[in-house]
């Protein structure tokens, strides 16, 4: 099984400023099949990027990840109020498809 | 409108068995794979099962295998877990969502397994 480490556990910062996400593989995510979701309280998580850096329908380019192999980041530059929320990673090249234990980015 | 909506979530006792429905509408579901998300309250997300867009291929996490089966009706555009030998720590809303990067998810159905 893959396992997924995000970091920082919590990020704490003020509206425009930028966020930066890790989520590292325990080993290699074939295809580079990884996805980043937000989640609010209350909601169902929503897809931000899939395959590691494309960004899904309707995405403000604000939002933009980057890596592969076992080293991804999620980038959210100048934070919108609407941004403070739980993010996840999640791996789907090989099964079973895991989830990171989250990120949650709260204002400063 | 793409959407699912899960419905069959409930209160059950340890052991039981419990039957999740989630109802597809606003894209060919017959050409999309499909999964079970949960996420227990105040917890992360955890991933449950996969299936083919044919039902050909179907994946479980170790969690629920062996007690879980995913399932599908494309006649009817609906997506199907029959969870059984149902534990406390099964405890969690479910989600269905579509295809692997999962782009569309349901509201959820909340599962509580407690004596």
């Known amino acids: 099984e893959i396992v997924l480490t995000q970091s920082p556990g919590t990020l704490s910062l003020s509206p425009g400023e930028r966020a930066t996400l890790s989520c590292r593989a325990s080993q290699g995510v074939s295809g580079s099949y990884l996805a980043w979701y937000q989640q609010k309280p209350g909601q169902a998580p929503r897809l931000l990027i899939y395959d590691a850096s494309s960004r899904a329908t309707g995405i403000p380019d604000r939002f933009s990840g980057s890596g592969s192999g076992t080293d991804f980041t999620l980038t959210i530059n100048r934070l919108e109020p609407e941004d403070f929320a739980v993010y996840y990673c999640q791996q789907y090249g090989t099964s079973p498809f895991t989830f990171g234990p989250g990120t949650k980015v709260d204002i400063k | 409108e793409v959407q699912l909506v899960e419905s069959g979530g409930g209160f059950v006792q340890p052991g039981g068995s419990l039957r999740l429905s989630c109802a597809a509408s606003?894209?060919?579901?017959?050409?999309?794979?499909m999964n079970w998300v949960r996420q227990a309250p105040g917890k992360g997300l955890e991933w449950v099962s996969y299936?083919?867009?044919?039902?050909?291929?179907?994946y479980y996490a170790d969690s629920v295998k062996g007690r879980f089966t995913i399932s599908r009706d494309n006649a009817k555009n609906s997506l199907y877990l029959q969870m059984n030998s149902l534990r406390a720590e099964d405890t969690a809303v479910y989600y269905c969502?579509?295809?692997?990067?999962?782009?569309?998810w349901g509201q959820g159905t909340l599962v509580t397994v407690s004596s």
């Open positions: 969502a579509r295809a692997k990067g999962s782009d569309c």
């Open positions: 606003g894209f060919t579901f017959s050409s999309y794979t």
């Open positions: 299936i083919s867009s044919g039902g050909g291929t179907i």
